[in-house]
């Protein structure tokens, strides 16, 4: 067979195990990816439960990445604590161990079942759950194909005196061979994939279990980095988790690089196949990483917390004004707290103002700024509800506790509308950018004019907040009113405008009607800041509905 198309048939069986890979994953986290989170959830009562928990996990995800960007996002709510965080990424790293365990023996009969039991719940259920299944067992039966694929292909080269002179080069330098596993891996993004490469290159002798074991080492150290090229922005919380993770297996590899002819002779002692003496060698070196960490994981953690301390963002406003030493002072409490909530509502005007122009012509750089924005606002929400609720605990007046509740209301209904713009419009500016649509004219103009109107209320329902003017907080609701009819003129002419055909409308339907609904819904929390205001002066009826007549 020519060189060329050896090379290609070995590049093809790679690229199918990293797709057969993502394939299993994604439907293990369609499927139990909530039932996951709340796992992960409750993992946090001891080290042995998190660690357990993180070997269940990245079995059936078959990815210590992705658990660790799971762990993540719970460490950034301060969902889970660092030492619990770090237990559940060690017990990840055992856990796809695992994975590579059971594909290392030869599977090669289960293929067709495999495919027939996959295509056939695939295709054959509606139910997504029941379809999330065959998609996990036809990526088992493509994991299975790529292997062979990649032995195949690797036979044909083992004559290569090029391959054998880089080979030897790699062997002669096992530094340079972890560097390499490390950098495959990342590249890769995926350490089973890559541990599954290097057990089917050394089935065939093309590599020696030595070096086979340093590009283990190297591909557990990739699998450290590769969560962190993911999450590099994140906060301190999520840094922690994934530095500690990286350096757990930065030093284990360490170790383990100077004691790697030890270890190959004690497991060639117990294994002579050589395939499942690198299976052995990468789950017995991420057990002792684990034995050796878990009980250091809290020392670990408060280390990891001096060294990695909370640091606001640049950008993000300070909170002068939330001072606790004014907590037994309450009219003044209440008076800076209002001052910080006059402040996070100019944040959220700005990104309701801006978040049109993430529509138009310089659609992405205006999607990113208003986009950044929403960090800030969420800290600065959640800062001020909590100094809110400290001051709640102590006594307060009848006026004070109305006013401290008006601040609450007023600040998470802020938050609503900047997760409605940040989670729902900007998105909507994405897929039109992605898809490269365009709205009508008309269509556009609708859009542009009710915008404006949300805008306008905004700036009003600021202004109601701080007067309390009666007459003001009328024409708050009242106005409420008219966008919710102007909402449905629009919705009536986008729906006249497919019955004629219009192709633009056709093309951009459901975006517009979301974008219609979205600035509805922030209109509504916009207005609600009026209802307390006519609720104490008796303005309000107790309901929308008719009374029936009796």
Same mark, same amino acid.
């Given at each position: ?12 069986? #790679? ?9 299993? @994953? ?5 499927? %139990? ?101 065959? @998609? ?52 890769? &993004? ?35 980095? #590769? ?54 060698? &990468? ?10 960490? =878990? ?11 001096? %060294? ?12 002068? &004004? ?29 990104? =309701? ?36 609720? @400290? ?29 409605? #713009? ?121 309901? @929308? ?6």
């Amino acid at each position: 067979m020519a060189g060329h198309t050896v090379l290609l048939n070995l590049l093809g069986g #790679i690229a199918l195990l990293l797709w057969a890979t993502r394939m299993v @994953r994604t439907g293990v986290l369609r499927a %139990l990816g909530e039932r996951f989170r709340r796992a992960l959830g409750q993992a946090t009562a001891n080290p042995i439960s998190a660690f357990l928990t993180g070997v269940g996990i990245a079995s059936a995800v078959q990815s210590s990445a992705a658990t660790g960007l799971i762990v993540v996002s719970f460490a950034e709510r301060g969902l889970i604590t660092l030492a619990a965080a770090l237990a559940v990424m060690l017990g990840a790293d055992v856990g796809s161990t695992l994975v590579v365990q059971a594909l290392s023996f030869n599977l090669s009969g289960l293929i067709p079942m495999l495919l027939i039991a996959g295509v056939a719940a695939f295709m054959a259920f509606e139910n997504t759950t029941v379809q999330n299944a065959g @998609r996990i067992v036809i990526g088992l039966a493509l994991m299975i194909l790529s292997l062979q694929m990649v032995v195949a292909a690797s036979a044909e080269l083992r004559g290569s005196a090029v391959l054998a002179m880089v080979l030897q080069r790699l062997g002669d330098d096992p530094i340079l061979a972890v560097i390499v596993g490390a950098v495959l891996t990342w590249l890769f &993004h995926s350490s089973v994939a890559m541990v599954l490469l290097v057990i089917s290159l050394t089935s065939v002798a093309m590599i020696p279990p030595v070096l086979g074991m340093a590009l283990v080492l190297g591909a557990n150290v990739g699998s450290g980095l #590769i969560p962190i090229g993911l999450s590099l922005k994140g906060p301190p919380a999520a840094t922690r988790v994934l530095f500690g993770n990286f350096a757990f297996r930065l030093a284990g590899a360490i170790v383990a690089l100077l004691l790697l002819s030890v270890f190959a002779d004690r497991i060639a002692a117990i294994e002579s196949d050589p395939a499942r003496q690198i299976a052995n060698f &990468h789950t017995l070196f991420n057990l002792v990483l684990a034995l050796v960490f =878990l009980p250091l994981a809290g020392l670990a953690a408060r280390l990891l917390e001096r %060294l990695i301390p909370e640091a606001k963002p640049a950008g993000e406003p300070t909170l002068a &004004h939330l001072d606790e030493s004014l907590l037994d002072r309450p009219g003044i409490a209440l008076g800076s707290a209002t001052r910080e909530v006059m402040r996070l509502a100019d944040m959220v005007e700005i990104m =309701l103002r801006e978040t049109i122009l993430a529509f138009g012509p310089e659609g992405e750089r205006r999607r990113e700024a208003v986009k950044r924005l929403d960090d800030p606002v969420d800290r600065l929400q959640e800062e001020i509800k909590l100094y809110l609720t @400290r001051l709640t605990r102590n006594p307060l007046s009848e006026e004070d506790s109305r006013r401290a509740f008006d601040l609450i209301l007023f600040t998470t209904n802020l938050e609503h509308i900047g997760d409605i #713009i940040d989670k729902s419009l900007l998105e909507l500016a994405a897929k039109k950018l992605r898809l490269r649509l365009a709205f009508s004219p008309e269509g556009w103009t609708e859009i542009q004019e009710l915008h404006a109107r949300v805008v306008d209320q905004m700036r009003l329902a600021m202004t109601v907040f701080v007067t309390r003017d009666l007459k003001m907080a009328r024409q708050l609701v009242l106005e409420k009113d008219n966008i919710r009819l102007a909402e449905r003129g629009a919705t009536e002419s986008h729906l006249r405008r497919l019955r004629e055909g219009t192709i633009a409308s056709i093309e951009t339907s459901a975006l517009h009607l979301d974008i219609l609904r979205d600035l509805k819904r922030i209109n509504a929390h916009i207005t609600s800041v009026a209802y307390p205001i006519l609720e104490a002066s008796g303005e309000l009826r107790e309901s @929308r509905l008719r009374v029936a007549a009796e």
